[in-house]
């Protein structure tokens, strides 16, 4: 069945550590994107992506960075640049033309040890 | 800038009552809305969507909204609540071009007592 693959489910990450959070999708889908999840906020949009090797900053890009070589990976880096890591991310994926939902994969939660 | 605005954060309802989420918008065009549920620890599952057409649409699981341009409103709602509808309900605003980009509500999380 097509869909989005976030892995792992549950990252934990020292203090001073980049970690890299995977996003695969089959669903032959352009657009790509970044989202974190904090209680009570919502989803705030990280970067995001509509074609192959390009991409752009979100409203929170701030110690995050995305590639996007291959139309079905959408790889994105915390740094440790990042002071507030601690969150669900969500990534998803839509095609692009016309009036296309976004669907989602089931998250990666990142906590600080 | 386009903004959501979900003005409860919690909501019980009984099983078997009915069920209406409210979800204000802010956009300066015909916006895109959706309706999207998520169960704890899992991602986003989309409801249901407006784009243009027919204000009152019709989704999965029993659930419906309308919108209302003059209200600037697309409120969820359910006849029958089910216990399985228990859940964080998000509303969000889509623009047309420029990434298609989705402004998320805060959230409402229904609680369902049997």
């Known amino acids: 069945d097509g869909g989005i693959t976030q892995s792992p489910k549950y990252l934990f990450r020292k203090e001073g550590q980049n970690v890299t959070l995977s996003c695969e999708q089959n669903l032959n889908h352009d657009a790509m994107y970044w989202y974190r999840q904090d209680p009570g906020q919502g989803l705030r949009l990280i970067y995001y992506s509509q074609i192959v090797n390009d991409f752009q900053k979100g409203d929170i890009a701030e110690g995050y960075s995305v590639s996007r070589e291959k139309k079905e990976s959408f790889p994105l880096t915390v740094t440790s640049a990042q002071k507030n890591p601690t969150a669900f991310y969500l990534c998803?994926?839509?095609?692009?033309?016309?009036?296309?939902?976004?669907?989602f994969g089931d998250g990666t939660r990142l906590s600080i040890l | 800038a386009q903004s959501v605005t979900q003005p409860d954060i919690h909501i019980t309802v009984s099983e078997g009552a009915s069920l209406e989420l409210r979800c204000n918008y802010s956009y300066g065009a015909t916006p895109y809305l959706f309706w999207y549920v998520q169960s704890p620890g899992q991602g986003l599952q989309l409801l249901l969507k407006?784009?243009?057409?027919?204000?009152l649409v019709q989704g999965i699981k029993g659930f419906e909204a309308e919108f209302k341009r003059s209200q600037s409103s697309f409120n969820l709602r359910k006849p029958s609540v089910h216990w399985s509808d228990a859940a964080e309900y998000f509303c969000?605003?889509?623009?047309?071009?420029?990434?298609?980009?989705?402004?998320f509500g805060t959230g409402t999380q229904l609680k369902v007592e049997l």
């Open positions: 998803a994926s839509r095609p692009t033309g016309g009036n296309q939902p976004q669907h």
């Open positions: 969000a605003v889509g623009a047309a071009g420029g990434g298609n980009k989705l402004t």
């Open positions: 407006y784009f243009s057409g027919d204000t």
